[in-house]
């Protein structure tokens, strides 16, 4: 007995301790940009150079400070002799803020109808899936279009078209992942008690699948971030005099050749967030889901 529990701290001892995994130097990245993207966001106002509509036909189409243009104007300016850096960072706040209105909102709906779904079952259900599915076999890109054409392009519609996008993922997961929480143990045990179903949902059932939902909605933000992007570059987006990164790129569609500097720089800052969230949500995934942690054991 004695040989046996030297042996068993023996190797105890000489098994090494389990080292903690570090972030990936591409995370890192992503997140040092993402904070950059929100601190723009927020202080727009603040730290711009000049207001996002204040213009000079006196200053249009100089070339960015590193190509000879204006140092007062490090971006250059625009057809209307606007500063193209001023309305990239107030641009970053629009896409951001409709991206994160648009999230907050397809989220709420989508997991609220999962809920009633996997609750009632029945006909509930049957409507909460079909739905779903009519959903999910339209082009949503059209559906806006004809909305936003129909309707008129006001901000408040723009934005709430914006939200019902990607809504039926939600639901469709969140109906799943709580019609398996039922069948758990815990779920069932709480219930023999008498809780109220609202309290088990909010209180239990909610955090055990918070994790999943919060990868999706990393998932479904760059997204919406192309989705402003293409609707706003159509002229049905954001309209003039604000600007968005998408209506940046309308603007500077017409004057590539000559004066590349009023749409590049919108490219750039949308091809770097929305690879950034992507990255993020991806190793989120890899990190929040337990099958995979299992798997990597």
């Known amino acids: ?88 960072i107030y641009a970053m706040r629009s896409s951001l803020l409709i991206a994160f209105c648009g999230t907050l909102i397809g989220s709420v709906v989508g997991t609220f109808l999962g809920f009633l779904a996997a609750h009632f079952r029945g006909w509930v259900e049957e409507t909460v899936m079909l739905a779903v599915d009519f959903q999910a076999s339209m082009p949503f890109l059209i559906i806006a279009l004809a909305v936003l054409a129909f309707f008129g392009n006001s901000f408040e519609l723009f934005l709430f078209v914006i939200g019902f996008y990607g809504w039926e993922v939600y639901a469709r997961l969140t109906r799943g992942l709580v019609l398996q929480a039922n069948g758990q143990g815990y779920a069932f045990a709480i219930r023999t008690l008498g809780i109220h179903p609202f309290r088990i949902y909010l209180r239990h059932v909610l955090p055990n699948i918070l994790s999943v939902l919060v990868v999706q909605v990393t998932l479904n933000f760059p997204e919406l971030i192309l989705l402003e992007t293409s609707l706003s570059f159509l002229g049905l987006g954001v309209q003039p005099p604000q600007t968005s990164l998408g209506l940046m790129l309308g603007e500077g569609r017409n004057y590539i050749a000559s004066a590349w500097w009023m ?32 798997a990597e054991r």
Do not use: N
Not at 16 to 42: D, G
Not at 266 to 277: D, E, K, R
């Open 1 to 88: 007995m004695t040989v046996a529990t030297d042996t068993t701290l023996a190797e105890a001892m000489a098994t090494p301790p389990r080292r903690r995994r570090r972030m990936p130097w591409v995370i890192v990245l992503c997140s040092a940009w993402l904070v950059l993207a929100l601190v723009l966001a927020v202080g727009a106002d603040w730290i711009a150079p000049y207001g996002y509509a204040e213009q000079s036909l006196l200053k249009r189409l100089k070339p960015p400070a590193f190509l000879g243009g204006d140092p007062a104007h490090l971006l250059g300016t625009d057809g209307l002799g606007r500063d193209v850096l001023s309305r990239l």
């Open 263 to 294: 749409a590049i720089p919108a490219g750039i800052a949308i091809f770097l967030t929305t690879l950034g969230v992507s990255l993020l949500g991806d190793y989120l995934r890899d990190r929040l889901d337990p099958t995979l942690r299992t």
